[in-house]
């Protein structure tokens, strides 16, 4: 089945839509093939991806007149990467959801079938920066969370309320199986602030936090507008080379997750105190 990942935190300018497009490329390049959903109507994940929005290709015409996803979904400038492309009509969508009966399940409802297909290993939603109906919809429908935050002063404070809101929408039972997949610090530069922050969100979210940082640099800024990540258009810049490791820890700690939900249906292994 496809992973449904989505990348949410209700701040604009955290780091959310450059790590979708570059998560996206680098798991495209280690075999993986990967759907990206644009849910942000500013659509800067589609035309970062090198697709020009237009309007009547988006999430949107499905979830009005329930038309098939698939007829939506387009190439992008990164092989082995999908889009289901945003538009500005895209805000209409969540006046669209909230009219509906189950307002909570409405993208799961239009996701189902693609996951269904199973042609995509990962689909990755990229979220509008605001606690919304969109937002809220992408997490009742996600296998989990990556939460992408800048090294600042009031990170601590921004991702309580995320991770108040995955708690929540874990235990109402709109999506029990909601975890966390980590926490990325983002635009990262050598400052005692910075460190001290890292350090204390390390401090309460422990293993949640990925070991890679990616550090800030101007050509990070410069790729959208050539509609490529930048690990496409500037391989060996820092930050790239961030989100090339990021790629990999995170394939990685898939897969450990992977193995431990295996375990789960093993019969449980004498303890060597039961042995002994
Ligand atoms: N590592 C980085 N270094 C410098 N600039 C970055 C970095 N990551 C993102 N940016 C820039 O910061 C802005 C906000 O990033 P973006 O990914 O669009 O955030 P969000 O989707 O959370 O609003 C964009 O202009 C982007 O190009
Ligand atoms: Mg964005």
């Known amino acids: 089945m496809s992973h449904v990942l989505a990348v949410s935190n209700q701040k604009g ?4 839509t450059t790590t979708v497009v570059n998560l996206a490329a680098v798991i495209a390049a280690h075999g993986k093939t990967v759907l990206v959903l644009d849910l942000d109507p500013q659509a800067n994940a589609t035309s970062g991806l090198g697709v020009e929005p237009k309007s009547g290709v988006s999430l949107y015409n499905a979830l009005v007149d329930l038309e ?3 007829d939506v979904i387009v190439g992008t400038s990164v092989e082995n990467v999908n ?8 805000a209409g969508a969540e006046v ?19 996951i269904d297909q199973n042609v995509f290993d990962y689909i990755i939603i990229d979220c509008p ?6 937002m809220s919809n992408a997490l009742a429908a996600a296998d989990s969370v990556l939460i992408p935050m800048q090294c600042e002063y009031y990170a601590m404070e921004g991702l309580s309320v995320i991770t108040g ?3 929540r929408i ?32 390390r401090s309460y979210y422990g293993d949640a936090v990925y070991d890679t940082i990616i550090p800030r640099s101007v050509r990070a800024g410069e790729a959208p507008s050539f509609g490529l990540p930048v690990v496409a258009y500037a391989p060996s810049s820092t930050v790239a080379e961030g989100y090339f490791a990021f790629g990999k820890e995170f394939l990685d700690r898939a897969k450990a997750w992977e193995l431990a939900a295996d375990k789960i249906d093993l019969p449980a292994s004498p303890r060597s105190s039961d042995l002994a």
């Not at 300018?13 to 959310?16: A, R």
């Not at 889009?83 to 895209?90: F, G, R």
């Not at 669209?96 to 693609?114: F, S």
């Open 170 to 201: 874990r235990t109402s039972g709109a999506n029990p199986k909601l975890r966390i997949e980590g926490v990325l610090m983002t635009m990262y530069s050598h400052t005692r602030l910075a460190d001290d922050v890292i350090e204390q969100v």
């Open 13 to 16: 300018g955290v780091g959310k």
């Open 83 to 90: 889009i289901i492309p945003s538009e500005v009509d895209l």
């Open 68 to 70: 098939n996803l698939n």
């Open 165 to 167: 809101l995955v708690e």
């Open 129 to 134: 920066p605001s606690l919304g109906i969109l």
């Open 96 to 114: 669209e959801i909230a009219r509906m009966d189950d307002h909570l399940h409405g993208l799961q409802k239009v996701l189902d079938p693609i």
